[in-house]
């Protein structure tokens, strides 16, 4: 089953044309990684798939739900998509717990009970139970991306978009994090991750797309992607970073 | 030693009506900042809104106040505006229209320069766990924007406290006029505003020390 199907996507900031007709359909349960240099788009295509960035031209189709059309209740699409970002945005004024309750209550999809049970079982599965009452400003990196997870994995989405989620983290806390994705991943989550960590996209994606200039340049399985890239700027990027 | 007591009795003798002055001036503080905190945040929605008419209202009612000296403002509303529509103000109430106006744009600065001053990733983080933009103001943006508004807005409070003595000019009673209405008798200025800038002095250092711990104590529990 489709879960993201984006049809000829146009991004632009004034005149600067950043994404210039993506085209990606994702399966459900598939992990997709985006890499590219910066620059290239990747993160602006992946905040598009939630809308976080209007978009300029093109189709987004999210569960059935087009984004892009009039009438379409964001609000709701997005409690089904996850996001996880680079600096985590943690809320630095609520507690891990509250920062993980805040949304599935509000949002009525659970009780305060439910949602504290959801968040204890989150917190053990990312290895930060006993950080259920610190603050974010306790936290390491790794620790607050690995509650970032938990936060958004608390609505219950069925797809997680990952904005090069490792890229803000000290060298040492790449793995921790990196673990937690890879577990999601196991368990039959819909992923799209921008990363610059080779290994991981090697590993876990079950494609990878490689962008530049607001286009897809090329993309297939990692195999292929990285074994034997065969546009000429995917192998002049691989180069670069392998 | 005899100048001394002199200055002992003779301000004695002023107090009881420089202490009436005294507490008209915190009155006319108190609730003009309860209406100003209103209209601070009122302009402040306006101005961060996406509707340009109200923006536009904010941004003619800001640049207003903000380039026109508080004097001026004054002298209007009590002696200009009746003079037109034939009504009559009382200097307490056009006193407290002006303050509450002017405390009002200044608060509404502070207040947008809060928000602002809060990550953007926080709103984008609001918003994709499916909050809608008013959830992810008030629980999110603005809890965080008040911690750091707090020693600005403080600020605007003891800057209208010592406003309130413009307004003299309008003869309001509070602790200035009644300075002046005091010297105007008797010539003794020295004394007479030494005591009365003692009077501000002190009122004004309890306010700033109970800023202060208010600003700790929110500041303590988290970063």
């Given at each position: 089953?489709?879960?993201?199907k984006?049809?000829?996507l146009?991004k632009n ?7 210039k007709?993506i085209?990606l359909?994702?399966?459900?349960g598939?992990?997709?990684c985006?890499?590219g ?10 905040r598009?798939?939630n809308r976080?960035e ?5 189709v987004v189709i999210v569960d059935d739900?087009?984004?892009t ?6 609000n709701?699409i997005?409690?089904n998509i ?7 945005n943690?809320?630095p004024?609520l ?8 949304a599935?209550?509000d949002?009525k ?5 439910q949602?504290r ?8 599965a990312?290895?930060l139970?006993e950080?259920?009452l610190e603050y974010?400003?306790?936290l390491s990196g790794?620790q607050q991306?690995?509650v970032a ?17 490792t890229s803000?983290l000290d060298?040492?806390?790449v793995?921790?994090?990196?673990e ?6 196991a368990?039959g989550?819909t992923?799209?991750v921008?990363?610059?960590?080779m ?7 079950g494609r990878?797309?490689f962008?530049d200039?607001?286009y897809i340049?090329?993309?297939?399985t990692p195999?292929e992607v ?5 546009n ?8 670069k970073?392998? | 030693m ?11 003798g002023i107090?009881p009506q ?5 507490s ?5 503080t108190?609730l003009?900042?309860?209406l ?5 945040i009122?302009?402040?929605?306006f101005t961060?809104?996406?509707i340009?008419?109200?923006n536009?209202?904010?941004g003619?009612y800001l640049s207003?106040?903000r380039?026109?000296?508080?004097m001026?403002q004054a002298?209007?509303?009590?002696f200009?505006?009746?003079?037109v529509?034939g009504?009559?103000i009382?200097p307490?109430h ?10 009002g744009?200044?608060?509404s600065e502070i207040?947008?320069?809060g928000?602002?001053?809060?990550n953007k ?7 994709s766990?499916?909050l809608?933009?008013g959830?992810?103001?008030v629980?999110i943006i603005l ?12 600020n605007q409070f003891i800057i ?5 003595s413009?307004?003299?000019v309008i ?11 005091i ?9 007479t505003?030494?005591?009365i800038?003692?009077m501000?002095?002190i009122?004004?250092?309890?306010l ?6 208010i ?8 970063s």
């Amino acid at each position: 089953m489709t879960k993201v199907k984006v049809e000829n996507l146009k991004k632009n900031f004034g005149k600067l044309e950043v994404l210039k007709g993506i085209n990606l359909e994702v399966k459900e349960g598939e992990v997709v990684c985006l890499i590219g240099p910066s620059g290239s788009g990747k993160s602006t295509f992946l905040r598009c798939i939630n809308r976080l960035e209007e978009i300029s031209g093109g189709v987004v189709i999210v569960d059935d739900n087009d984004l892009t059309a009039k009438g379409s209740n964001i609000n709701k699409i997005r409690e089904n998509i996850g996001m996880v970002f680079q600096q985590f945005n943690l809320f630095p004024h609520l507690n891990v717990m509250e920062n993980i309750m805040l949304a599935p209550v509000d949002r009525k999809k659970m009780t305060k009970e439910q949602a504290r049970e959801k968040a204890v079982t989150l917190l053990d599965a990312v290895g930060l139970a006993e950080k259920a009452l610190e603050y974010p400003a306790n936290l390491s990196g790794g620790q607050q991306q690995r509650v970032a997870i938990a936060r958004a994995l608390a609505m219950e989405p069925d797809i997680m978009l990952f904005d090069e989620p490792t890229s803000a983290l000290d060298p040492e806390m790449v793995g921790e994090v990196l673990e937690v994705m890879k577990k999601l991943a196991a368990d039959g989550m819909t992923m799209v991750v921008v990363t610059h960590e080779m290994g991981f996209a090697r590993e876990v994606a079950g494609r990878v797309i490689f962008m530049d200039g607001g286009y897809i340049v090329e993309e297939g399985t990692p195999e292929e992607v990285f074994g034997n890239p065969k546009n000429k700027r995917t192998q002049d990027f691989l180069n670069k970073v392998l | 030693m005899n100048g001394f007591t002199n200055f002992i009795d003779y301000t004695i003798g002023i107090f009881p009506q420089l202490l009436k002055g005294m507490s008209l001036t915190i009155q006319m503080t108190v609730l003009s900042l309860i209406l100003a905190l209103i209209i601070g945040i009122l302009s402040c929605m306006f101005t961060i809104s996406k509707i340009k008419v109200l923006n536009v209202i904010a941004g003619i009612y800001l640049s207003l106040i903000r380039g026109t000296p508080l004097m001026v403002q004054a002298v209007f509303i009590y002696f200009g505006i009746p003079a037109v529509l034939g009504i009559k103000i009382l200097p307490f109430h056009a006193a407290i229209i002006v303050l509450c106006l002017n405390a009002g744009a200044y608060l509404s600065e502070i207040f947008r320069s809060g928000i602002m001053a809060v990550n953007k990733g926080q709103m984008e983080a609001a918003r994709s766990l499916g909050l809608p933009y008013g959830v992810a103001m008030v629980k999110i943006i603005l809890p965080q924007a008040f911690r750091i508004v707090i020693p600005s807005v403080v600020n605007q409070f003891i800057i209208t406290l010592k406003d309130t003595s413009i307004l003299s000019v309008i003869g309001c009673g509070e602790l200035m006029k009644q300075g002046s209405l005091i010297v105007a008798r008797n010539f003794r200025g020295f004394e007479t505003y030494a005591i009365i800038g003692a009077m501000y002095y002190i009122v004004i250092t309890i306010l700033t020390k109970i800023a202060k711990i208010i600003e700790r104590r929110l500041s303590n529990d988290k970063s």
